[in-house]
């Protein structure tokens, strides 16, 4: 059985940082392409991040050198580092494995 479990989550103030874990398990993280998404009340789901098998990385334009996906394979954990964060990046932040696989989500709220 699969399971993603998010943690991190919480309220900060503008400018400030949360680190998001993501642990995993039933799948091995470093085999499967991991991505973090938010969706924000009232709008769509957007993919922030992804880290493929190998470890590259990709990030969606608004979070672009604030964000930072990793992993730890002996954890099978992924994280995403949010640093300089806004008041637009308040949402329920979720953990998806290969495309199908769904945490549950952690919300996040950046005051101004």
């Known amino acids: 059985q699969v399971q993603l479990v998010e943690s991190g989550g919480g309220l900060v103030q503008a400018g400030g940082s949360l680190r998001l874990s993501c642990a995993v398990s039933?799948?091995?993280?470093?085999?499967?392409?991991m991505s973090w998404y938010r969706q924000a009340p009232g709008k769509q789901r957007e993919l922030v991040a992804t880290?493929?098998?190998?470890?590259?990385?990709n990030y969606a334009d608004s979070v672009k050198g604030r964000f930072a996906i990793s992993r730890d394979n002996a954890k099978n954990t992924v994280y995403l580092q949010m640093n300089s964060l806004k008041p637009d990046d308040t949402a329920v932040y979720s953990c998806n494995a290969q495309g199908y696989w769904w945490g549950q989500g952690t919300q996040v709220t950046v005051s101004s």
């Open positions: 039933g799948i091995i993280v470093s085999t499967k392409l």
């Open positions: 880290i493929t098998n190998f470890g590259n990385t």
